[in-house]
């Protein structure tokens, strides 16, 4: 991979995800995307962010996150609704 840069590998089919999602539908959007992160754009289509797994798992204190953490690795990660 020496000599390899971002352009060689990056992917750009872009799935950009809106901040008014909720949680459980950007889990859902990542999940079935088979996707481990999307940009955060604005309403206008600014780029404001990043978002991943790990940023939900960081915040799993929320209530109806739960986590399966070993280690420093996310080995799972379901939001429970109202429907569980």
């Not at 590998?9 to 999940?31: I, R």
């Not at 070993?70 to 990660?77: D, F, K, P, Q, T």
């Amino acid at each position: 991979m020496k000599g390899l840069t971002a352009k060689d590998v990056m992917n750009q089919n872009v799935l950009a995800v809106g901040t008014d999602w909720s949680v459980d539908y950007l889990t859902d959007f990542l999940v079935e995307n088979g996707i481990s992160g999307a940009p955060v754009t604005s309403e206008d289509g600014k780029l404001i962010g990043v978002v991943s797994p790990t940023d939900i798992v960081r915040h799993r204190n929320l209530p109806g996150v739960t986590t399966q953490v070993h280690g420093s690795r996310v080995h799972g990660l379901r939001l429970e609704t109202d429907e569980d």
